[in-house]
């Protein structure tokens, strides 16, 4: 289970670290494997722990500026948005949240930089 956010200017962002040179793109991606290590670590203190499978099984990677967090247990969906029979239980969706402001900031620095450095 993954949960997708659109963040407005994410566009911008991946354009504006294609213009980086190495040593930013590092910077920005440092900052966001310490977003995304965040997002799990909040995750999986709200997970609910029955026998810590699903809490293992939560995990955070950034691919091509893109960070992806999900559970890959099979049943992570139904414990986070509920089912007719189990009310639901959040874990990534708040996590996301609460770090949200955090990444913005991070797109926000990095398309500032970009722009400094292409002369705006």
């Known amino acids: 289970m993954e ?3 659109d963040v407005q200017g994410i566009e911008e962002f991946q ?9 930013m793109q590092r910077q ?18 709200l997970v609910r722990v029955r ?4 809490r293992s099984k939560i995990y955070a990677v950034i ?3 893109v960070a992806e967090i999900g559970a890959d247990a099979t049943y992570a969906y139904f414990v986070e948005m509920g089912t ?3 009310r639901a239980q959040p874990y990534l969706y708040p996590a996301i949240q609460a ?3 955090v990444l913005e900031e991070i797109i926000g620095w990095a398309i500032e930089v970009a722009k400094r450095e ?3």
């Open 3 to 5: 949960i997708s956010c």
């Open 15 to 23: 354009a504006a670290m294609r213009q980086f040179d190495s040593g």
């Open 28 to 45: 920005v991606h440092s900052a966001l494997v310490s977003w995304a290590a965040d997002v799990k670590a909040l995750a999986m203190q």
């Open 51 to 54: 026998t810590g499978y699903l």
């Open 63 to 65: 691919r091509e500026w």
């Open 84 to 86: 007719k029979r189990m």
């Open 99 to 101: 770090y949200l402001p």
């Open 118 to 120: 292409a002369g705006f």
